[in-house]
C-alpha cells in the first residue's frame, strides 16, 4: 500500500530526488508559516486577508503631455501597468518615509543590530537616495515608450473615489502628487 | 555529452511547454516587460526574500538591466534560447541555459516592478524538469511538479478558509473588486465590461456566491492527492479559476497554466501524437494525389 505514495517511490528510486523534494515541502510548509516568501518557497495567501468595503478608494491617474490620460484598461496589459502603478506607489511610500525603503528601516532597526555581518552588503539591498532622484525621470521615459509618443511632461494624481448608489465610481477630490 | 533518452512523451511535453513559454515571452514583449523595455529602471525591491537579496549582492542587475545594450542581448538570448529548445528537445544544454536566463529573469522584473508577482513562478520551476538525464527521473519531476500545482491551489483555499476565514466574510467578494476595479470603472465607466461590474455590484450576493466558487474549486483541487482519474477537471478547474479572477480581480495569471500540462499524462499525450501523426499522414497522401491528378 505504501509503496505507491508518491514519496516511497522517489525514495527507492533516487535518494537526491527524494531529499530534493523533502525540502522543498518542508521549505514551504516552514515559510508559509512564517509568511515569508523566500524565491521558490512561494506564500499562496493573496487576497485571504479579510478585507471591508472602505467608504472612499484612492486611486493613481497619470496625465501626460498636459491632458492626456495614461490608460491601461485591459488586464492583460497588467506587466506595464504595474510598472507604472506599483512603482509609483513604492516610490511614494520611500518619499513619505524620508527617502528610506521599508526594509532599510528594518535593516536599521533589526538586523544590523542582530546579524552585523549584512552591514557589508545592506546599502546595495534597498534604493539609494541617488536611484529615488532619478526615478521620475525613467518613468517618463517609460511612459514614453508605452503611449508610442513622445513626452514632454506628466502630473500625477492622487485621486479619492467613491462608488455612488448605482456602483458608478464618482470623484471625490484629486490631490497632484508629481510634475515632472 | 547532452543526449537523452528518447521518449516521445517527454519530448512532445518539452515542445508544448517550450511553445507555451514563448507565447509568454512575446505577451512580455508586447507589454513592454522585458529586459531592454525596462529601459535602465532605478528604484527596486527586494523586500525580506533572500533570493533577491543574492541577486542584489551578486550585482546582476547593475550588469544586465541597468545597461540597455546588455539587458538587449539577454533578451534576445532568452528568445533564442526558447525557440531552440522548441526544436532540440534532445539538447539539454539549451535547458541549462534557458533556466539561468529565466531565473535572472524572473528576480530582474519582480525587483524592478517593486513586487513580487506570481504569474512566472510556473516558468521559473517547470524548465527544472528537463535538467534531468534519466526519463525515470524526469517522470518523477514531472509528477512532483504536479503535486506542486494542486498543493498551489489547495494552500490558497486554506489560507482563505482555515486561517484568514475571509470565505466567511459577506464583504470580500465585494472589496476586492471594489479595490481592484476602481482605477478601470474610473477611466473606463461605460464599456460593456464596466455595465456587467455595476450588475455584480448591484447584486452583491451573485458576486459573493461566485466568490465562493472559486475558493471551493481550489479546495477540491486536493482531488488530485489521491487519484489521477480526474485531472482533466483539474485541468479545467483551473482555468475557470484563473479566467474569473482575470475578469472580477484584474490580475493576469496566465502564465500559470503552464503548470496544467502536468495533468496531462503519458496516455493523453500518446493519444494527441497519434491523432497528429494521422493527420500529416492524411495531409500527405492528400499532397500525394493530388500531385498524381496533376
Redesign the interface.
Known sequence: MFNNLFFVKVFKHNKFLFILFLGFTLGSLFFNYKTVETTPFFVWGMYSAKETVPQSHKIIVVKYNNSKMLCMPHTYQEPMSMMVYFTLNYYTDILQNNNKDYLQRNLESNYYIKYPFIKKFGAKLYTNPNEVANYLPWLKKYIASIVNEPVTNFDVYQCQVKYNVQQHVELLNAKKLYHY | MFKIEASLYRKLITKLVFVFILISII??YY???LLH?????????????????LY??L?IDDLIVRNYNIALLFDVALFTCCVINIFLTRQRLFIFIFSILYGIY??S?NS???????PM?GI??ITFVFWFKQY??FK??W??LR?FTI???V??FV??VF????LF?Y??A???V??NL????????S?FFANI??FF??NKILLQIGYSFTIVLQGLMCIGYFTKKYDWLLFCFTIIFHVST??F????F?ELWVLNFTFMNEAAINKLQFKLEKLRSHLKNAKINHSKII
Open positions: 505577451f512580455r507589454n513592454h516587460a523595455q525596462l529601459l535602465e529602471p532605478t528604484i527596486f525591491e527586494t523586500g525580506m526574500d533572500y533570493t533577491y537579496w542584489q549582492i550585482n524572473f528576480l522584473y524592478f516592478v517593486a513586487h513580487h508577482t506570481g513562478d521559473l520551476l525515470k527521473d518523477l519531476f509528477e512532483a503535486y498543493s498551489m491551489l494552500a490558497a489560507w482563505k486561517i484568514m476565514n475571509s466574510n464583504e470580500q465585494e472589496a476586492i471594489k479595490n476602481a482605477l478601470y470603472l474610473f477611466q473606463n465607466p464599456t461590474v455595476y455590484l448591484n482575470y475578469f480581480v484584474d490580475v493576469c496566465f
